[in-house]
C-alpha cells in the first residue's frame, strides 16, 4: 500500500472528519502542548489511530521545513481520479460547476485553488496529466481538507476532454485578459467548466480554442494580472452569485 503525509491541524482536522478511513498514523510533536492540538489527538485516539510523539525537529525533516504546527498525518496515498470517471461525476451532479485548470505546476496554487472549489461547491477541478501540479503534501496542507473532499481529475488530452464536455451540455468560460468580455458582464448559469490558465502564460491556444466564451476580470490598477488562486476564487463565486440569483 503506498503511503503520503499530510500536515498541519486543518488539513488533519479536515481528513479526520471526512476521510477517517484514509488514516494510518499520527505524529505529534513534544514541544507542543496546547488545546488545540490536543484535541486533534483526542479524536484521533477515539477512532482507533496509533499516535507517535516524535520531536519537533523529527516533524521538521518529514515536512522538509514546510510549516507543520506541530502536527503530522500518515495516510493512504491518494490518488488523483481519470477521465473515466468523469462522466459520473457529471450524472450525480445536478447542476455541474467543474474548474479545470490549464498548466498550473505551483502545489500551492492547486492547494488553494482546490480550498477554493470546495468552498464553492465545485463538482471537481480537471487538470492535464502532464505539465501540472500532482497531488502531494504540499497540496494537501494548503487545501487544508479540500483535498480530501474535491475530486482531482487527471486528463490525458484537454482539448478532447473539453470537446466531451461540450456534448454533455456543459459551457466552457475560459479567462484572458484581452477579451473584452467581462466577468459581470456575462450570464454564468447552469452546467459550467470555468477554465484558468497558468500565471504568466495564460490558457494554451487549444485549450482557448475549444472555449465556448472567453471573459476577463476588469483590473483598474497598475497590476496586468491576478494569482491564480484568487482569479479563480473572484471567479467561482461570481457564478456561485448569479446561480443563486436565477
Not at 502536527?71 to 455541474?96: D, F, G, S, T, Y
Not at 468580455?181 to 490558457?203: D, F, I, N, Q
Amino acid at each position: 500500500m503506498s503511503q503520503d503525509w499530510i500536515f498541519g491541524i486543518h488539513a488533519i482536522e479536515g481528513a479526520i472528519e471526512r476521510q477517517p478511513e484514509t488514516l494510518l498514523k499520527l505524529w505529534v510533536a513534544r514541544e507542543r502542548q496546547d488545546q488545540r492540538l490536543a484535541d486533534v489527538v483526542a479524536d484521533a485516539q477515539s477512532m482507533g489511530l496509533a499516535i507517535e510523539w516524535v520531536a519537533k525537529k523529527t516533524l521538521d525533516e518529514k515536512s522538509k521545513g514546510a510549516v507543520n504546527q506541530g502536527v503530522m498525518a500518515e495516510i493512504k496515498a491518494a490518488k488523483a481520479l481519470n477521465e473515466n470517471k468523469l462522466a459520473e461525476l457529471l450524472e450525480r451532479a445536478q447542476q455541474p460547476l467543474l474548474l479545470v485548470l490549464d498548466g498550473v505546476t505551483d502545489p500551492h496554487n492547486l492547494g488553494a485553488c482546490l480550498r477554493t472549489a470546495d468552498a464553492a461547491g465545485a463538482t471537481a477541478v480537471i487538470v492535464p496529466k502532464n505539465n501540472s501540479a500532482s497531488l502531494n503534501a504540499t497540496v494537501r496542507k494548503v487545501a487544508c481538507g479540500a483535498a480530501e473532499t474535491v475530486p482531482l481529475v487527471e486528463v490525458t488530452n484537454l482539448a478532447r476532454t473539453l470537446r466531451s464536455l461540450k456534448e454533455q451540455g456543459v459551457w466552457i468560460v475560459g479567462t484572458a485578459g484581452e477579451t473584452d468580455k467581462t466577468l459581470y458582464g456575462t450570464r454564468l448559469t447552469g452546467p459550467m467548466a470555468l477554465v484558468m490558465g497558468a500565471e504568466g502564460k495564460g490558457l494554451r491556444r487549444l485549450t482557448r480554442e475549444h472555449c465556448d466564451e472567453l471573459v476577463a476580470i476588469p483590473m483598474a490598477g497598475l497590476v496586468s494580472s491576478l494569482n491564480v488562486s484568487v482569479a479563480t476564487g473572484v471567479c467561482l463565486f461570481e457564478i456561485v452569485r448569479q446561480r443563486q440569483n436565477v
